[in-house]
């Protein structure tokens, strides 16, 4: 997947879980919390066509997606990299232009030159590492211009309702596969396979989908 190129180129968690914690269990009941979301949780099918995602407007330039709008968020990376640790190890936590400032292209994480470029939207950057490979975290001021951007430049991303992360290794993406992050492409050979749910995402030739590429 394209996000693995990084390798080459305040709310609380209380607050977190909180507002996660209204994910749509299956039937229409609120109160799942994606924070404890189970590894195993079950892929549902595709919309129906002419099915659309929600499209109210946010506060902070961010609009309500697919996927209920029930999408984890966070208004810090601190709250995101605690998120993103319940599923695979997120720790050393630094600024973006702190880890950037002492790391040399061999061990680069993603969003260095996209960060301070105000047409990508993204808010605040950090980066933690697991055990071998740095993994970037974004809060996103404005996720229409994030998606975008991600489309003009080909990337993909994890996202959530104002957040985004770029895992690298194969081990990560398959840990957080398991996390109520959704995976956005913006690829039009993009095709999951039967029992996994795809919606439009914020811009058109852009999808959200609970099926992640390896």
Request: hydrophobic share 35%.
């Amino acid at each position: 997947m394209r996000i693995k190129r990084a390798l080459t180129v305040g709310v609380t968690l209380v607050a977190l879980t909180a507002v996660v914690g209204c994910e749509d269990d299956g039937d229409g009941a609120a109160g799942t919390d994606k924070a404890a979301a189970t590894p195993d949780r079950a892929r549902t099918t595709a919309p129906a066509d002419g099915d659309t995602a929600g499209g109210d407007t946010a506060g902070g330039g961010t609009t309500e997606q697919g996927f209920g709008g029930a999408l984890p968020e966070a208004s810090d990376t601190a709250t995101l990299a605690r998120y993103v640790d319940l599923y695979t190890s997120c720790k050393e936590v630094r600024t973006g232009d702190e880890y950037d400032a002492n790391h040399d292209g061999s061990d680069t994480a993603w969003g260095s030159e996209e960060a301070a470029d105000p047409s990508w939207g993204v808010q605040e950057r950090a980066v933690c590492k697991d055990f071998t490979y740095p993994i970037a975290l974004l809060t996103v001021s404005d996720m229409t211009k994030f998606q975008t951007a991600a489309k003009a430049s080909g990337d993909e991303f994890a996202i959530g309702e104002n957040i985004a992360v770029v895992p690298v290794g194969d081990e990560q993406v398959e840990a957080l596969s398991n996390s109520e992050l959704v995976f956005l492409s913006c690829d039009p050979d993009f095709a999951p396979p039967s029992g996994y749910r795809t919606e439009p995402a914020l811009v058109d030739g852009c999808v959200l989908s609970d099926y992640w590429p390896s």
